[in-house]
């Protein structure tokens, strides 16, 4: 599978976002998509995950409640909805196919796609 994520951009503190990964290519329907971003200096962290069928959804505390990830299968397209964005929240986002369903660690996912940057003004 091939993922390409898009829609990043300046936003103030408080605005909003929404991120697509588009999805090519064959997938195992076992798989999940996710969401990571990496920050300046920082470590990839991950963000949002979904199961590639079906809509079960897990979050870290660290964006619950402001993030949801969704999909549309007519377009396999996955999308990350960004509420209430902070000034941490700039990053550089990615989206990845995942193995292991309710892991957070970037190694065990794959199929990165190129990323799309982020940045929250103050």
């Known amino acids: 599978v091939q993922l390409q994520a898009s829609g990043g951009g300046l936003v103030q503190t408080g605005g909003t976002l929404r991120l697509s990964c588009a999805a090519s290519?064959?997938?195992?329907?076992?798989?999940?998509i996710g969401w990571f971003r990496q920050g300046p200096g920082k470590e990839r962290e991950f963000v949002a995950g979904?199961?590639?069928?079906?809509?079960?959804?897990y979050y870290p505390d660290s964006v619950k409640g402001r993030f949801t990830i969704s999909r549309d299968d007519a377009k396999s397209t996955f999308y990350l909805q960004m509420n209430s964005l902070k000034p941490e929240d700039t990053a550089v986002y990615y989206c990845?196919?995942?193995?292991?369903?309710?892991?957070?660690?970037?190694?065990?996912?794959?199929?990165w796609g190129q990323g799309t940057l982020v940045t929250v003004s103050s």
């Open positions: 990845a196919r995942g193995s292991t369903w309710g892991s957070r660690r970037p190694a065990d996912f794959g199929s």
């Open positions: 290519g064959r997938v195992l329907s076992s798989s999940s």
């Open positions: 979904i199961r590639w069928s079906g809509r079960s959804a």
